[in-house]
Structures are given as C-alpha cells and as structure tokens.
C-alpha cells in the first residue's frame, strides 16, 4: 500500500467504492490521493475521513507518477462514470469496465491498447431467468447498464485492435454468469480473426495473475 501513488475512481458504486476511504488512508501512513471527477466527488459517502481529492473533468488526461491517464465518459447509471487507458513507456492499458453498449467513442478510446481489460458482465439467458428483479433485470441489459458476452463478443469479433496482445474480461456476475461461458464465446469471437491475443478471464473473488510486458 505505501508504494501508491493515487487511486483512481470510476464511479460511485458501492461495488466499486467499499474500500476506498481504507485504502487512501493507507493504514495510516500517508494521505493516497483520490482521482475522480467532479461530479462524483460528491457523490461518495466519505464519512468523517476525506482524503486527499484530485478532482478532473471527464474527458481530460492527467499524470499519474509517470503514467499519463486518459479518462472517457461511459454509458452507466452513475453520476458521471468514466473508464481508463493508462500510457507510458510505448505502453498501453485501457480498463473499461461498468457500460450498457459499446460507443463508437469507446473503441476509439481503447485502439492501440496493448493490454486491454473489457466487462463481460452477463449471460442474456441466465440473466432473464435468474433471482434478480425484474427492474434490476432491465436496468442491468438497459444502455446504462452492463455488457452481456454478446456484446462483448461482438467487439472482439469487429472491432479488438490487432495490437492488443492480452485481453482480460472481468467485472462477470456470479449470478447471471458463469467464467466458462465467457471464455467459450471469447473464443469463438476470436477464431474469426487472425490476432495473437491471449485471453484472460477474470473469475470473480479471485486474483488474477500480474501482467508484465
């Protein structure tokens, strides 16, 4: 923990927050600083501990050490998501996880990625007849909500750059998903092209491997 150098936020989801105000107090040995936007700023139940904020708008890029940081507006129900692609050194990550469609925009943002992490959130079918409610069940496939394998399929199978040399797909429900069928229809997306891509799937509440380049 002492070795951060910020923390970045995509948005205000109790999913994605929980731990935050522990982590930026770094187990009280110095201040983490927060990067979110504005707007989400806000929108955080912080408590009576506030850290250090490094307040940006949408859409703008900011220096992390020595990593630039692009953020880009999301299509999600949240105050004002955003996602990333960190630069530095010839490299390139993105993260892109928490959106209901994939924009034009967005596979702009993420081209050229040489790492790139992408939502597979759900399965359509295990999805309709899962214990969610019907509300949440509209909201989760709604345009505000998650990728199902589908879509993301369908970008791996359109629109993934020929550059990016791994592909991790994360952020999958343990109730309306299940790993072996987003990698089953990762892999059919991706055997109609011809990449070098090696394809992660990250299982949920367990860590991933670290990734060198």
Known sequence: MELLDGILVTHEHTDHVAGLVPMARCGGRRNVPVYLTTLTAPSI???EYTPVLERFQAGTTFRVGDIDVDSFTIPHDAADP??????????????????GYMPDSIKVHVQGSDLLILESNHDLDMLK??????????????????LSNDVASDFIRCDLDT???????????????HPA????AARQALAGRELFTRLVVAEPRRQTEVFTY
Request: hydrophobic share 35%.
């Open 163 to 177: 550059r990016t040399s791994t592909l991790v797909l994360g952020h999958i429900s343990e109730q309306n998903n």
């Open 45 to 47: 139940p912080w408590g």
């Open 82 to 99: 955003v996602a990333f692609s960190f630069r530095t050194q010839g490299l390139k990550i993105s993260q892109v996880t928490d959106l």
């Open 129 to 146: 007849v899962g214990p969610y409610p019907w509300s949440v069940k509209q909201r989760v496939m709604g345009r505000n909500g998650h």
């Open 181 to 184: 069928i987003v990698e089953l």
